[in-house]
Nanobody, 116 residues
Framework: QVQLVESGGGLVQPGGSLRLSCAAS????????MSWYRQAPGKERELVAG????????NVAGSVKGRFTISRDNAKSTVYLQMNSLKPEDTAVYYC?????????WGQGTQVTVSS
């Protein structure tokens, strides 16, 4: 079955960096676009970044542009989210996502807390 396992979250000071990883299994990773979403307390889940099959095209939300970078390693079936210059408003649970057959698959999420 499809499994997405996120890791790399934690507590970081404003201005710091974190690298999230999402290890995928149960499907042919290289045939699907992948995305990162986040959900802050009391807010709706929002798209943070997406990447195409071979990583040739990436998109990030305006709120993180210039600070976050999405990438993938198809040999390792893993997608990454490099987060730099973190701000308190980046605090959220971050989720890995793949969409196939019209169905959204999610990981369990990893908590990112930006605080001094």
């Amino acid at each position: 079955q499809v499994q997405l396992v996120e890791s790399g979250g934690g507590l970081v000071q404003p201005g710091g960096s974190l690298r999230l990883s999402c290890a995928a299994s149960g499907f042919t990773f290289g045939k699907y676009a992948m995305s990162w979403y986040r959900q802050a307390p009391g807010k709706e889940r929002e798209l943070v970044a997406g990447i195409t099959l071979l990583g040739s095209t990436t998109n990030v939300a305006g709120s993180v542009k210039g600070r976050f970078t999405i990438s993938r390693d198809n040999a390792k079936s893993t997608v990454y989210l490099q987060m730099n210059s973190l701000k308190p408003e980046d605090t959220a649970v971050y989720y890995c996502n793949v969409q196939m057959w019209g169905i959204d698959f999610w990981g369990q999420g990893t908590q990112v807390t930006v605080s001094s």
